[in-house]
């Protein structure tokens, strides 16, 4: 049975959200602090955390930001909830590593659908068959989940990593947004693109400079591809 930890001040709110997911057949744990939250993440594992950005004491970011740099954890799917529709919030946690966010108020059989989208895809990269892909000095480990460039690891979440799998495995071909939502977050959703833009400017950032063998094109209203650099 999968374990998901709840984090959210607002008590009513971690109360329905854990009342359904326990009726789905998830066991739950409800914490309603940031403090709490960290002791909490340190000193038990789970499968999952729904977590909120405005929390007392240490805010959900922060929370992120610590869970995806701890090698022990880091692989823990999250999904943020914000009160924020739009702003930087939403895009800072996409960069730090967020699996996916729902925005307050939310309907929550879309949350526990998504939960079931996260849990599911979690399960299949921990049985990923073993393949290594080369980028020129890019090297890509499917089994380990691991990037390396230039024989330095660059660390990459989960779905950056997901993300620059599919362009690997489709690589010359163009990969429509449309496409990368339904393969890497399993459905559409308001604000999609930004969400994928998002992690495509984070590879390019850590991977694809002006130097490298390959880059990631953006093909104007459709989507992008990875292809060889011939500039």
Known sequence: MSKILIVDDEKN???????????????????????????TVTSQSFDLVILDIMLPEIDGLSILRYIKSNEKISSTPIIMLTAKSTGSDIVLG???????????????????????????????????????????????????????????????????????????????KICTRGAILSQIWGYEYLGGTRTVDVHIRSLRKKLFDENSDYKITTMIGVGYKLEKNTD
Do not use: C, W
Request: hydrophobic fraction near 40%; aromatic fraction near 6%.
């Open 94 to 172: 996409l960069e730090i590593g967020a699996d996916d966010y729902i925005v307050k108020p939310f309907n929550i059989n879309e949350l526990v659908a998504r939960v079931k989208v996260q849990l599911r895809k979690s399960s299949k990269q921990n049985v990923a068959e073993s393949e290594i892909y080369e980028l020129g000095n890019i090297i890509i480990n499917n089994e380990s989940y691991t990037t390396t460039k230039d024989d330095v690891k660059v660390p990459l979440t989960n779905k950056e990593f997901e993300l620059l799998l599919h362009l690997v495995k489709k690589i010359g």
């Open 13 to 39: 709110v971690a109360e329905l959200i854990k009342y359904n997911l326990e009726i789905a057949g998830y066991e739950t744990m409800m914490v309603h602090d940031g403090k709490s939250a960290l002791d």
